[in-house]
């Protein structure tokens, strides 16, 4: 909380703090679901640099929380936020942290309108129809696209900022380390279009093999998201989504906006006809993949640079909001599900309409 400074004597109170082991990181003040009295317990600052535990009552609405097991099927357990909460928590990096999960927030909520607009389409409940939907639809896509493309220059700022004082495992690439990029594009990209290779990001940076493969794995993705998010913002076209049809099973656009076709993501149920695909694939691929990408940088850097201790061992963090029930339904779509919005056997099909 801003405006606060607790006194570190006072971490104790928390149940998930080891005073020992924080070797300079700053611990978020979070909420810990007991599972074994049903309740949240959780503390509040106070302006003498205290803390005191709340009696009774409130839970968290949007926010992270530890428990050994979630409070609700709909609380996402994201490993890379676990990761950089409970052992890579230092000041130089506590705000882009913040910043990631706010993000996180975000495009839970830019799905979650992609459903309700739905319900306001002619697809949806007449009841509650609103003329030109789709442009709502297509402003929210845009959104997403930029979102998770910013993501990625969000795990790269975490990157630069630890990797300026981590010690590698292997002490003689300690002595050759060089300063990584701020922006993600130059670790992944050389020129306009060129994947960098492994190697060349040992010899130039000397990043330990597993972490300069992190980056060539994530490349090919994020070159074609980088690829639609300039086609989203530079005025749609042929592979843009200028264009949103509504449908009795959800939002669609026309096929030449296949994108990712190189990842092979398109399912034959996907087709609404000849002409028209489903969006919510290409949708649920893009918040994913990028979550996926920070979850396995997480992995990389756990294997081969050096940090303290886990705060919390007995603990997971899981991220509970508003809407990420709407996440865990793109997740579906993403591990391979029904990518429509309404399941096509309780659909009529008729012509799809531009909103």
Same mark, same amino acid.
């Given at each position: /909380? ?5 006194a ?7 149940p ?5 082991e924080?070797q300079?990181?700053?611990p978020f ?6 599972d ?17 535990e709340?009696?009774?009552g ?8 530890l428990?050994?097991v979630?409070?609700?099927?709909? *609380?996402?357990d ?9 052992r890579?928590?230092?000041? $130089?990096v ?5 910043s990631?999960?706010? *993000?996180i ?8 309108k ?14 509650k129809?609103?003329?030109?939907? =789709?442009?709502?639809?297509?402003t ?5 696209f ?7 220059d969000?795990? @790269?700022?975490?990157?630069a900022? !630890? ?11 300690n =002595?050759?380390? $060089?300063? !990584?990029?701020?922006s993600?594009?130059? /670790? ?12 060349q ?5 000397a990043?330990?093999? @597993? ?19 300039d ?13 949103v ?5 959800g939002?669609?656009?026309?096929? +030449? ?15 609404y ?6 969006l919510?694939?290409?949708v649920?691929f893009?918040v994913?993949r990028?979550?996926?990408?920070c ?6 850097v756990?294997r ?7 705060m ?39 012509? +799809? =309409?531009?909103?």
């Amino acid at each position: /909380m801003s405006g606060f400074t607790i006194a570190q004597k006072e971490l104790a109170k928390l149940p998930y703090v080891k005073l020992d082991e924080l070797q300079g990181r700053v611990p978020f003040l979070l909420s810990v679901w007991d599972d074994t009295a049903s309740r949240f317990r959780m503390w509040l600052p106070n302006t003498k640099g205290g803390l005191m535990e709340m009696k009774a009552g409130g839970e968290p609405a949007e926010a992270d929380y530890l428990g050994r097991v979630a409070e609700s099927e709909t *609380d996402l357990d994201i490993p890379f936020l676990d990761f950089m909460h409970k052992r890579a928590c230092w000041p $130089r990096v506590r705000h882009w942290i913040s910043s990631l999960r706010d *993000d996180i927030h975000n495009l839970a909520a830019s799905l979650a309108k992609i459903e309700h607009f739905f319900e306001c389409s002619e697809g949806g409940d007449d009841a509650k129809h609103i003329p030109g939907v =789709s442009r709502f639809v297509v402003t929210e896509v845009e959104y997403i696209f930029v979102v998770c493309r910013s993501l990625f220059d969000i795990l @790269q700022e975490i990157v630069a900022r !630890l990797w300026q004082t981590i010690r590698l495992h292997d002490e003689t690439a300690n =002595s050759r380390k $060089r300063a !990584l990029k701020k922006s993600f594009r130059p /670790m992944v990209l050389s020129g306009r279009e060129e994947l960098i290779t492994a190697a060349q990001l040992i010899e130039k940076f000397a990043l330990p093999e @597993q972490l300069a493969r992190f980056y060539c794995d994530a490349g090919p993705f994020f070159r074609e998201l980088m690829h639609y998010r300039d086609s989203v913002i530079h005025g749609g076209g042929r592979d843009g989504v200028d264009l949103v049809l509504a449908t009795p099973r959800g939002f669609g656009v026309f096929k +030449p906006f296949r994108a990712f076709e190189s990842f092979g993501i398109w399912k034959p149920d996907d087709d609404y006809n000849e002409n028209v695909v489903a969006l919510q694939r290409a949708v649920a691929f893009a918040v994913w993949r990028t979550i996926e990408t920070c979850n396995e940088f997480a992995a990389a850097v756990s294997r081969t640079i050096e940090f303290p201790p886990d705060m919390a061992p007995e603990y997971r963090l899981f991220v509970r909001g508003y809407h990420t029930d709407a996440l865990i339904r793109a997740r579906r779509v993403y591990e391979g599900g029904n990518a429509w919005l309404r399941d096509p056997a309780l659909a009529a099909d008729p012509a +799809p =309409s531009e909103e």
